[in-house]
């Protein structure tokens, strides 16, 4: 969630202005290489030929997934060098650690019957070396890591989907690396989109993200971060708590599914093509104008969207260095090197000047603020994507608005006709307002959903092992979300959803008086 200030007059003083107007085999660096490490030795399993998506699902999972000890941040940690590869295609893994030895597990997220991950490659254990805390480079403040590649992985035989790579230690210290087995075609399917840009604009590994600089301030954040460095924290906190929960219930319902990253469409991947639904998993933040342009082509072509988090689509960014950089000066704007010459890439808000594009044209509700913490609101009971939850209008489920929120706002372009699903009062920053959760559709039949608040995927396993205190949300709440959002992905998965499901009743007039 965004716990960071938006701009140089910090988080709550831009408020208070903007509220008021992975089964494979390993190729090892050989013996003798230069870094010195050993081979990796493939799983007993990694022969195995790449499995169905219904085989895979039900085979069973390994409870042992988690990292459980983390130990001294520079202990172990890694990266690799690709954020998503097609199957069967190989990736370098750069790992540096202060102590001995390591070994690698590759795990794919998924349900597998409640334990949520399979392990489908473990490499052997292999010579660790320290190598360093990273570079400070240039005038955009930008950290990497520079190390040299440790293995190299190949993922013949793993399945599409999201991993996470499990580095451990003889001492038992652990970190995650992520990797995303995309899909070549999501035709006919659900597309799952991991939002990795977002994730490295909050990684403050070596001390700089785009929100901070090593000092703690805006005014010494990066202007650019690079995907050459490890993840801070356990190496994936973006994805365990926004996206993983999507993750494992798709799986669970058996839809077809395929896998993609925000970086691949903005690569120029076709993934979307013939897609039935795209799901945006939870805090999808940061997108390029050509991401912005290929959902929007691939709703107008029939492909329903699903935003299940608040804040989407609202930071413009370019990447470069072959999708490896991510470029976003924000308020810095006017240092933008492109600001002049091609103003509709200058990496700012989407909102705002030069080339101002608000985001509620696509995803059909505005963000407005931050921080907040209310019920939920039903507006809608008997909207379709509300069946089975037994709700009645003004039933309020506590804690599910925050810590970001969403509203319809009729001042921007807004697509109509739209449905409030649910309209929640809320308090920002001393400032009145609502929190919608809004469904539109588009002459193509495509439907669009926003769930107008950040936690609704994190909510999906409130109150678990992995979420146990999630802000306070409780087993009904989780009940109810989950029930909606089983609807949301199952009536998406046919196909347009306005060629099947009642069309929304747009009330936007009614509910705001205006």
């Given at each position: ?313 609202y930071r413009r960014v370019r990447m470069e260095e072959d999708g490896k950089l991510v470029v976003c000066y924000k308020t810095a704007v006017d240092r933008d090197p492109l600001v ?76 109509r006709p739209l449905q409030i699903l649910a309209h929640s009062p809320v308090t920002c920053v001393g400032r009145p307002s609502f929190a919608d959760a809004a469904y539109y559709t588009v002459p193509s039949g495509a439907g669009v959903f926003a769930s107008g608040t950040m936690r ?59």
């Amino acid at each position: 969630m965004d716990v960071a200030p938006r701009d140089g007059l910090g988080r709550r003083g831009f408020l208070r202005v903007a509220c008021a107007a992975a089964v494979g085999s390993v190729a090892a660096c050989a013996p003798g290489s230069r870094d010195g490490s050993s081979p990796a030795s493939p799983s007993p399993s990694s022969t195995s030929p790449a499995r169905r998506p219904a085989a895979e699902r039900s085979l069973p999972g390994d409870p042992d997934w988690r990292v459980r000890r983390r130990g001294p941040d520079e202990a172990i940690e890694g990266y690799g060098d690709r954020a998503s590869v097609l199957p069967g295609e190989s990736f370098g893994l750069h790992v540096s650690t202060t102590e001995g030895r390591y070994r690698v597990t590759a795990y794919r997220m998924g349900w597998y019957g409640g334990t949520l991950a399979r392990r489908v490659w473990r490499s052997g254990w292999m010579r660790g070396r320290d190598q360093g805390r990273g570079r400070l480079a240039g005038d955009t403040r930008t950290v990497r890591a520079g190390w040299r590649r440790s293995l190299t992985v190949s993922t013949e035989g793993w399945p599409e989907g999201a991993y996470l790579l499990r580095l451990d230690t003889e001492r038992g210290h652990q970190r995650y690396v992520p990797l995303v087995v995309r899909s070549a075609s999501g035709a006919g399917r659900t597309v799952l989109v991991h939002a990795t840009p977002t994730w490295q604009a909050y990684n403050r590994w070596g001390g700089y993200s785009l929100y901070y600089g090593e000092d703690g301030r805006y005014e010494s954040r990066s202007l650019a971060v690079s995907f050459d460095r490890p993840y801070d924290s356990t190496g994936m906190e973006k994805f365990l708590i926004h996206e993983r929960p999507v993750v494992a219930l798709a799986e669970r319902l058996g839809l077809p599914l395929a896998y993609t990253t925000g970086g691949d469409l903005e690569a120029g991947d076709d993934v979307l093509t013939g897609a039935s639904a795209v799901i945006f998993l939870g805090h999808d933040e940061y997108w390029t104008p050509g991401v912005r342009r290929t959902v929007t082509e691939a709703r107008d072509a029939g492909a329903n969207l699903a935003f299940l988090g608040a804040n989407t689509c609202y930071r413009r960014v370019r990447m470069e260095e072959d999708g490896k950089l991510v470029v976003c000066y924000k308020t810095a704007v006017d240092r933008d090197p492109l600001v002049r010459t091609r103003p509709s890439l200058a990496t700012t808000d989407f909102r705002a000047a030069p080339k101002a594009d608000p985001e509620s044209s696509l995803i059909g509700v505005y963000y407005d603020g931050y921080p907040v913490d209310a019920p939920f609101v039903v507006h809608e009971p008997r909207h379709w994507i509300f069946a089975g939850t037994g709700v009645r209008g003004g039933d309020a489920f506590p804690h599910l608005v925050g810590v970001e929120y969403d509203r319809v706002n009729t001042d921007v372009p807004t697509p109509r006709p739209l449905q409030i699903l649910a309209h929640s009062p809320v308090t920002c920053v001393g400032r009145p307002s609502f929190a919608d959760a809004a469904y539109y559709t588009v002459p193509s039949g495509a439907g669009v959903f926003a769930s107008g608040t950040m936690r609704w995927a994190e909510t999906l396993m409130a109150r678990t092992r992995d979420l146990p205190r999630a802000h306070g949300i409780d087993a009904r709440t989780r009940a109810f979300v989950t029930t909606a959002t089983t609807n949301l992905l199952k009536g998406f998965a046919e196909g347009p959803a306005a060629e099947r499901l009642p069309t929304p009743d747009d009330n936007v007039r009614r509910t705001y008086r205006a």
